[in-house]
């Protein structure tokens, strides 16, 4: 099996790996918009059907094509996957389900 990633490749071009996770990031937090407000897992974080477990596996794929077409750069998932929960954190398209187990809460 062959070494695709161009992280892996070529680890000391820092410019280019930076530019692109921002770039992934961006694209993230785009998509997001095209999505009514997107409830987080709640009791059960492993329901492979649940909405926001199935918008991540679309849009991982998605990332990983853009990145290619893009930029002629193979993401690694980890990349992918930073980029992709840094998008959630900075993104408000995104609510909780209260309480989601975890019973010292603040303010209750």
């Known amino acids: 099996m062959a070494i695709r990633y161009n992280l892996w490749i070529d680890p000391d071009n820092v410019a280019q790996h930076r530019a692109v996770e921002a770039d992934l990031e961006h694209y993230f937090v785009e998509r997001f918009a095209d999505y009514p407000h997107i409830r987080l897992f709640g009791a059960d974080p492993y329901d492979y059907d649940a909405p926001f477990n199935r918008l991540y596996d679309v849009l991982m794929a998605r990332a990983a094509e853009y990145c290619e077409r893009t930029w002629c750069y193979v993401a690694s998932p980890e ?13 408000n398209k995104f609510v909780r389900d209260q309480p989601d187990g975890d019973t010292h809460q603040s303010g209750a």
């Open 79 to 91: 990349q992918l996957n930073r980029c992709f929960f840094r998008a959630v954190g900075r993104s």
